[in-house]
């Protein structure tokens, strides 16, 4: 089992830049992929971002467009998203997911999610 804490969202104003982070503990040698999904209320679940633990190959959503950036500091088991020129669309609950069997961009694919962090954008 792996559990997954993330933290540093917040609100922020248009255009500014925020870094959430996630770090997991438990079974974390079993993890090939870390990524984040956000949801905004009465939307679906977006995929945002995804770094493979062994390759740290990297994947996109399409709206990200070159504005965040998926890191990860392996010795301490954490996962960033530093997000930069923010818009009010970008406001979601973000989720730290993290997949033992497949590294994809689907959301199917990943196990393990942490309870959200609320990043909220004002115009």
């Known amino acids: 089992q792996v559990h997954l804490v993330e933290s540093g969202g917040g609100l922020v104003q248009a255009g500014d830049s925020l870094r959430v982070s996630c770090t997991a503990s438990?079974?974390?040698?079993?993890?090939?992929?870390m990524g984040w999904f956000r949801q905004a209320p009465g939307k679906e679940r977006e995929f945002v971002a995804t770094i493979s633990m062994m390759t740290e190959t990297l994947d996109y959503g399409d709206f990200v467009k070159g504005r965040f950036t998926i890191s990860k500091d392996s010795a301490k088991n954490t996962v960033y998203l530093q997000m930069n020129s923010l818009k009010p669309e970008d406001s979601a609950v973000y989720f730290c997911v993290a997949a033992s069997r497949v590294w994809s961009n689907l959301a199917a694919s990943y196990e393990y999610w942490g309870q959200g962090t609320q990043v909220a954008v004002s115009s």
């Open positions: 438990g079974r974390t040698s079993s993890m090939i992929a």
